[in-house]
T-cell receptor, first 115, second 113 residues
Framework: DSGVTQTPKHLITATGQRVTLRCSPRSGDLSVYWYQQSLDQGLQFLIQYYNGEERAKGNILERFSAQQFPDLHSELNLSSLELGDSALYFC??????????????FGPGTRLTVT | DAKTTQPPSMDCAEGRAANLPCNHS???????VYWYRQIHSQGPQYIIHGLKNNETNEMASLIITEDRKSSTLILPHATLRDTAVYYC??????????????FGKGTKLTVNP
């Protein structure tokens, strides 16, 4: 158990719909990362938040957005869903050590199926 | 961040050491080598990291060549539960900008009974 929790575990929805994935980081971790894993693309970085502020963006679609709340939990919002958005979505968290060493701890993921 | 090259798959007998190689010939002086693994659709798991010295923890050992152009992750006594995809990632040891991890295809390690 990494200490990172994600809900829900599974989500099945229809094209065009909107869903929200939730992540609670490990206690004390200020950074949250979102990754997408699909069969053809592998693990891809989407976005990072640090202490409530967006820190970095990867190839995140404009239909996707995220935020990190004052209690440090994060939500990833996916809208106008398409079949190709079906994937595993992982959240990870880390502290911000001054050494620059970055061990990320991943949650169990949310499996999204768009039908 | 430097690119890495790993064999797509490897097999290992249960109880034997698993040695997973990674080539990172363009690594620069301030880049660390990280290893993560992913057991069948679970979240990736951090294993170990190193800069230039060999490192060991409760999970594995990391051997980095003197020129730092390659490294080997060693699982000393592989078990069936070590069957997973192992990712070698090189990234700068710096806090600033993005701390994203760039995952390649990794090595699929199969531990056989």
């Amino acid at each position: 158990d990494s200490g990172v929790t994600q809900t829900p575990k599974h989500l099945i929805t229809a094209t065009g719909q909107r869903v929200t994935l939730r992540c609670s980081p490990r206690s004390g971790d200020l950074s949250v990362y979102w990754y997408q894993q699909s069969l053809d693309q592998g693990l891809q970085f989407l976005i990072q938040y640090y202490n409530g502020e967006e820190r970095a963006k990867g190839n995140i679609l404009e239909r996707f957005s995220a935020q990190q709340f004052p209690d440090l939990h994060s939500e990833l919002n996916l809208s106008s869903l398409e079949l190709g958005d079906s994937a595993l979505y992982f959240c990870a968290s880390s502290v911000a050590p001054t050494s620059g060493i970055n061990e990320q701890y991943f949650g169990p993921g949310t499996r999204l199926t768009v039908t | 961040d430097a690119k890495t090259t790993q064999p797509p798959s490897m097999d290992c007998a249960e109880g034997r050491a698993a040695n997973l190689p990674c080539n990172h010939s363009t690594i620069s002086g301030n880049e660390y080598v990280y290893w993560y693994r992913q057991i069948h659709s679970q979240g990736p798991q951090y294993i170990i990291h190193g800069l230039k010295n060999n490192e060991t923890n409760e999970m594995a050992s990391l051997i980095i060549t003197e020129d730092r152009k390659s490294s080997t992750l060693i699982l000393p006594h592989a078990t069936l539960r070590d069957t997973a995809v192992y990712y070698c990632i090189v990234r700068v040891g710096r806090w600033g900008g993005s701390e994203k991890l760039v995952f390649g295809k990794g090595t699929k390690l199969t531990v056989n009974p």
